[in-house]
């Protein structure tokens, strides 16, 4: 029997086909899943900004409820990481008993996550937002927004599970669907219930939650059926969903620096907006609408750091230091590559984004500046990204979470806070945009010093 299992792990694809074909035929689902994930917060963004009267109101109101729907998102997706790797460790030796507990424990998870995240659209979101803004028309906007974004976010919640599930698997494909299908809806939905058409009620930045929960539970439900449907490599039942103790800590000893990863995104939204309100509002909306451009790009840096994990992790289950080198090769070439043209692309058509939203001239000058400035750090912050993605398929979640810490906290908000304060001094604004070019670059070296040691310690000593 254990035979039989090993020649079925040894004729998979993860095993057998060309790294770099593979990582291709992963990757571009991913990616295309990750950039319609930022979909959801960019039409939005696009929709209420054009409101009339009161669009660059609502543009600030989105842009302080954003740091909470970041953190469901990375608490989500990062159980959904460690989900990810531990099943395709799992299935890469052959243990599909211990993949389906994986995948039935990423559930019970999901349930958890969810209700935390409801108590606090119930209890929390006006306190919240009171932290950041003391305009009662634009705080009232936020709480609205953010109250609906919370309350209905299993949505987007258990989605993260059965995403990271299907790509544990090698299809990656179905997920894409599943994300496309969702964002088609929302942006469908957006006008008719933002702007009140087909004879239903204007409904504002309301509608523009309600569009987006909409959007992500159909999302949720394509999964599921994809997962029952297609994979077969997984067992299901609730005796897999019954808390396994030595599970959850396996999901979260990797799941756990990508939820930081991702939550110091969170994180670092919400200091940087408390830091940029001291110049104005206006920058602290330029800068909103700046972040949710760039995640089309970084969230696709993302998608292909999902494809790096599973394919290091399933081969190095597997013990074979050859594909796991190339996986870090490709895993590395390929985000740059993705970044580059993200960086070429936002520096050519920085303005006509910028105009797309509706801006007033001050802010629409600001976002282009902070555009032309960031994009500058891409190719850093994407070798970061492939670096992280690389250490959490080693099981070097610690050396991921030190990347994280220093690229979206240590190396931010202290030199953020410096710059804002000799901007209010009489320095040029476009001085406190470099903070990110200097946060990713003092990262990436850090990160290199790590890689030579995990080289060292964990892949030479592969067979």
């Known amino acids: 029997m254990q035979k039989e299992v090993i020649m079925e792990t040894n004729e998979s694809p993860m095993a057998t086909e060309p790294v770099n074909k593979l990582m291709l035929k992963m990757g571009i689902p991913m990616i295309l899943s990750m950039m319609l994930q930022a979909v959801y917060n960019i039409v939005d963004?696009?929709?209420?900004?054009?409101?009339?009267?009161?669009?660059?109101?609502?543009?600030?109101?989105l842009t302080l409820a954003f740091p909470v729907q970041m953190l469901i998102v990375a608490v989500g997706i990062g159980t959904g990481v460690g989900v990810n790797a531990l099943l395709a460790k799992s299935l890469g030796q052959g243990d599909k008993e211990k993949a389906s507990k994986t995948a039935g424990n990423g559930i019970f998870l999901a349930t958890v996550i969810y209700v935390v995240f409801f108590i606090f659209g119930i209890l929390g979101t006006k306190g919240y937002i009171a932290t950041q803004t003391s305009n009662i028309q634009i705080a009232e906007m936020a709480t609205q927004y953010l109250c609906i974004c919370c309350v209905c976010s299993f949505g987007i919640i258990?989605?993260?599970?059965?995403?990271?599930?299907?790509?544990?698997?090698?299809?990656?494909?179905?997920s894409t669907i599943a994300?496309?299908?969702?964002?088609?809806?929302?942006?469908?939905?957006?006008?008719?219930?933002?702007?009140?058409?087909?004879g239903l009620p204007e409904l504002g930045v309301k509608g523009a939650a309600l569009a987006t929960v909409i959007g992500q539970v159909v999302s949720c439900l394509c999964a599921l059926s994809f997962h029952f449907k297609v994979n077969k490599e997984v067992?299901?039942?609730?005796?897999?969903?019954?808390?396994?103790?030595?599970?959850?800590?396996?999901?979260?000893?990797?799941?756990?620096?990508?939820?930081?990863a991702q939550a110091l995104m969170s994180v670092m939204t919400y200091a940087l907006n408390v830091i940029f309100v001291t110049i104005g509002e206006n920058v602290v909306t330029a800068y909103g609408l700046y972040y949710k451009i760039q995640q089309f790009i970084l969230f696709a840096a993302f998608g292909l750091r999902d494809a790096i994990t599973p394919i290091v992790s399933f081969n190095h289950g597997m013990n074979s230091k050859k594909r796991v080198k190339e996986g870090i090769k490709y895993g590395m070439i390929y985000t740059l590559i993705i970044m580059f043209v993200g960086f070429v692309g936002l520096e050519i058509f920085a303005e006509p984004f910028a105009t797309i939203f509706g801006l007033s001239g001050e802010t629409a000058k600001l976002c282009i500046s902070a555009i032309r400035v960031i994009s500058i750090s891409y190719l850093f912050a994407g070798a970061n990204v492939a670096f992280q993605g690389i250490f959490q398929a080693l099981d070097s979640g610690v050396e991921s979470l030190v990347i994280s810490i220093c690229r979206q906290f240590l190396f931010v908000v202290p030199v953020a806070w410096e710059f804002a304060r000799l901007v209010m001094l009489g320095s040029p604004l476009w001085v406190v945009w470099t903070t990110f070019l200097i946060a990713e670059g003092l990262s990436v070296v850090i990160a290199c010093l790590f890689m030579r040691k995990i080289y060292k310690n964990k892949i030479l000593r592969l067979i």
């Open 235 to 260: 067992s299901n039942g609730l005796s897999y969903i019954k808390p396994d103790e030595t599970i959850i800590k396996g999901i979260y000893a990797i799941g756990f620096p990508a939820i930081i």
């Open 179 to 198: 994300q496309i299908l969702g964002a088609v809806v929302n942006i469908i939905l957006d006008p008719i219930l933002i702007y009140g058409m087909f």
């Open 45 to 61: 963004s696009a929709f209420v900004s054009n409101m009339k009267g009161t669009g660059e109101i609502a543009l600030n109101a």
């Open 158 to 174: 258990y989605f993260s599970i059965f995403e990271k599930v299907l790509q544990a698997t090698g299809k990656s494909l179905y």
